[in-house]
């Protein structure tokens, strides 16, 4: 956990790079198609030094005053500074929300327990501002809850929560693997292996958050191949709401269980290659009911 937040603080923003003088623009259009960008008033044809127009200045003849007026503000907008880091603060409210949900996942957050934005934000290195956003992500996909004046609270799951997450999935992947076993030639099927293999290691390091992330991600490729973004969008959600641990302290399923849910991946993909409904029903279905 600790690990995957290094690198949030001290991120900067590089610095604006050298400016470019101004270059003559033969036409009011052009003057205002650019003005925001120059770094300063725009000489008209008889600006100047001084009232004669010769020099670098902008003089104040009415040349120099009216290429001012129409070269410093374009329908009275004022003159852009520099850019603000809108990526990068999004980059790093992404990067501590995929912290924030591994360490759901690894039960590093406790269920039932309060949790505050600057505390959180002191662990990561950052502001507390990208991590109380990304709690309020988290809040909207159901992990935790808002606690007024005090944080976000990890939501306590039962086992009967996690069955009926399972059963609504059934309901929606079971029949799509199985139009897809019908209809999707091997070859497809073959080229989604290295995505089972990916969560055959994961369940062998036997990290919880690693296999969850590779778990959901094979899963996403099979339903890719419907076609139906929404479709993959939901099933994915219900996923990632499935793999967050049960109240009670430590994760329940351990190595060996994850080892044998992977291996039920390999299975399947080679019953969805063949075409075999009937073992694709089954192993879809007990896949679902051992992850409760």
Known sequence: MERSAQGFAGTGVPGAGPRVPAQPRATDRDRAATAPFADGPTPGPGSGAGPGGSGGGVGPGPGG?????????????PPLGRPRPLVQRSSVRGQILDALRTALVAGELTPGQVYSAPALGERFGVSAT?????????????AVEVVPNRGFRVIVRGTRELAELAEV??????PVMLRLARTVPAERWAQLRPLAEATVRAAASGCRATYAESDRAFHRAVLGLSGNEQLVSVADDLHRRSQWPLVGGPVSRGRADLVADAAEHLTLLEALGAGDVDVVQALVREHFAGSR
């Open 169 to 174: 999935r059934a309901l929606i992947e079971v």
């Open 65 to 77: 005053e009216a290429g001012a007026v129409r070269g410093e503000h374009t329908h009275g907008e």
């Open 130 to 142: 990208p991590v109380r956003e990304a709690m309020q992500q988290l809040a909207l996909e159901g």
